[in-house]
């Protein structure tokens, strides 16, 4: 069992070559009948015939791991394993310059019925046609047609054959480079052929019986093109460039040479091998480059390169094919390599002392070049140089920067210097490069610089440049808020320095310009638009007096505390409600202009002293805003809401908040309700406000007509001889004066309710029940006035009797005393009523202008039964309708009429 063990390891990692195979030399299918399930490793399962044919490059391979086959072709089991599948199948692939299987398939005997048991069964197919793949060696010299191989039939025997090919190199490119003896099978060459353009040629061979019948398939021919040693190797490029830096170490590499060669890869045509030949300049270290033959990677051998001493090598190298043998073809190239300069040289300055003055004013000024020397590549990184001030400027009044084009280092001032505090300044300055020195430290260079400071007459001096002061806004005028002064550096004194301001926004302080007392010229307002972040600045001017071009400039910054001088205001107070939203309240936001704790968290009240705070409710208070909603349901309207808002100073302020409850069609605002009912206007809507434009129109025609009648004398129209009626005597008119035109005289028919009457005017109202009206003008107490079935109109002075007359009056007299004047309205006068009106009047101005011509301009009036009845005298003419003597109704007037009899008369 070891042995079977140890002979099927060596087979499976052994590669078995054989020779070009034929078909005719094995079985395309295999079935192989086993006896037991049980198989052990070493088993041999069958024998494939392999017999006919010529071992020597042929592989083979199983596709199932349990098997492997030898190179005698013996089937073995590989390893101890039990079947239990009915039968197992696998392939056996052999490969040459193509790829066959043979399919095996291993059987049971314990299946088979009907079969006599053996331990195999070989069963073998009729072989195919099938020849060895040859070659043909490229550029031969002949002579052509040179012969290359013979193909043939088993089907010659009995039987004459033709033999055709077809395929690139016969009826394809390059055509007619091959042929076949029809009865012979002999192919030959007829020309050279390089390998490089057609390395292997794919041809279809036929064996056709006589009649034009083939009884075999056809056969595939492979004519391989053997390469021959006939191109040079090539460099990928005709000359390496390549930047290298100096002081490298040993063993670095360089740059890696690459070639080509067109003949047959892997094999040892285009086996180069690389070498250099020169190098150029030969160092004083010998070659300080080395080259890998087999790769081509150059290397260096020294970490001596210098790029101070020498810059650039020069190298030839040359590759050759037949792995550097005499024979091989060769070709030579340059590599040229630029040793780029490393940072190995520190930058010195030339002088390590400088001594300098400086004025003490003097500021962003150069005031010293200090130049340095460095072996290094010029314009490198390993030669710029880095200025910096090791000690010296702690208070920063110098900088240091290098000069771009000559690599000096630049002093500068950048800030003035103070000779009354320093007269004399050490500085130390450090140089280096960009980049770090490489190698051995070598210690860092520094040069000293002394710094003598000259004293100069300058001007006053702003310390401290930025000065607070604090107050509370709304300081009294004339506030002292505090002084700046200034001060001359040489004396330390602040004599003899004036003051100005140069910046007050808001023009709120005044500066005295002697001692620079900062005082309150206007009230300070921490909410101005001025102040930003409860600060206020002004800039003020300190100035010799005597030279006011020696100045400096300081900021006084004023903190302004805040006091409460603003109270509370609501945000909006125009609200609404939607009656069928979901946010049946109001949010009340309030904003004050103070800080904390002037302002919020505010308290947010309902006025006790108004109705309307019976209505609603205050809830949520959060300080800056609450939330307010009616008490119970209100109807929809306008409604509004005095409320008070305290801040934490319980300074309080009294607003209305204005607040409709409507139906909203979005559920959300009114504002929707109020543009629907402006979007659903339309033609009726156009046609009503057109006739009420006409009415308006008709209004003014009449109004027209009666100012233009107004220069007419009117006499009273008698009206109605009713029972009731009566008229009020005009008594205090004489000839001569203009009148105005007076229409309440007319009588015109208005339907009115017999029970009880309501009319407004412009100045008072009166309602009638029964014989009682009483009247109300100008918000005064109401006078009753016993008129029968009439009824009075307060405010017009208009009467109607039981018929619905309406007698107007501007002037109504009752018991001495006037009820009323203003512009009368007529109820519920209906249209023909008022149409009756405008014609009466209109005859009445056609009427006054015939009695205009009789009447003339001034007379005197006659007063029947004037005197003897009244013991104030007589006040005009009085008449009944029914007698136009009769006066006794005057007895109940009273003696408020008693003043009408001193009038005179009027001219």
Known sequence: MCGHAGRIAALTSL??????????CFNDSLDVVLQSRTITAGQLISKVGLDGCQQGTLQNS????????????FLYAARDFSATADQITFDVNLEDSGTWKIHVRLLFEDNL???KRRAALLHRQKRRWRPMPFKITENSIGPFPEYVQTIRSDDEQGHTISYVISGPGVNEHPKSLFSVESHSGKIFVSRAVDREEFPSFKLVGKAIREGGIMYERPLDLTIKVNDVNDNYPEFTKKEFVVDFPECSAAGTSVANMTATDKDEPNTINTLLVYRILSQEPFSGFGSVFSIDKKTGEIKTTSNKLNREKQDTYTLEVEVQDMNGESYGLSTRGKVVIHITDMNDHPPTFKESKYTIEVKETESDIMVLRMPVEDQDEA????????FRIVTGNENGNFNMSTDPKTNDGLLYVVKPLDAETTRVMQLDVAVENEVPLIGKPTGQQMAKVTVNVLDVDEGPECVPSVKHLWTAENAALDTSLGTYTARDPETQSSANIRYRKLTDSADWVSIDPNTGEIRTAAELDRESTYVKHNKYNVTVLAMEDKDHSRSCTATLVINLHDVNDNRPVISNTNLYICENGKQPFVNISAEDLDESPNAAPFTFLLAKDSPESKKWEIFNDMGSYAFMKSKGSLIPGYYKVPIIIRDQQHHETKDTLKIVICECPNKLNCADRLSSKKAVLGGLGILVMFLAALCLLCLLLAALALYCGGDRKIKAPLGSQGQYHQTLIVSNEEGGGQQDMNLSSLDVPVSHNENIRQIHGGFGQGTESGVKQTFSSFGGAGTEVDMGKQMVDGSSGAFYDSNGMLIVDRTVYVDGGTIGDGNYTMGSLKSHGLMELLR???????????????????YVHGYPHDGENSVQGSVGYDSDMMDISRVDYMNGVGTKF????????RK
Do not use: I, K
Not at 15 to 24: I, M, Q, S
Not at 898 to 905: K, Q, R, V
């Open 15 to 24: 590669l078995l070559v054989f020779a070009r195979l034929e078909d005719a």
């Open 840 to 858: 009466s009047q209109v005859d009445q101005v056609y009427e006054d202008e015939q009695d205009d011509q009789e009447v003339p301009l001034e």
């Open 62 to 73: 199983s596709s199932d791991a349990r098997f492997v086959m030898g190179p005698d072709g």
């Open 113 to 115: 019925e009907g079969r």
């Open 379 to 386: 314009g490198t990184s390993a030669s710029r140089a880095v």
């Open 898 to 905: 008693g003043t009408l009899t001193n009038m005179s008369l």
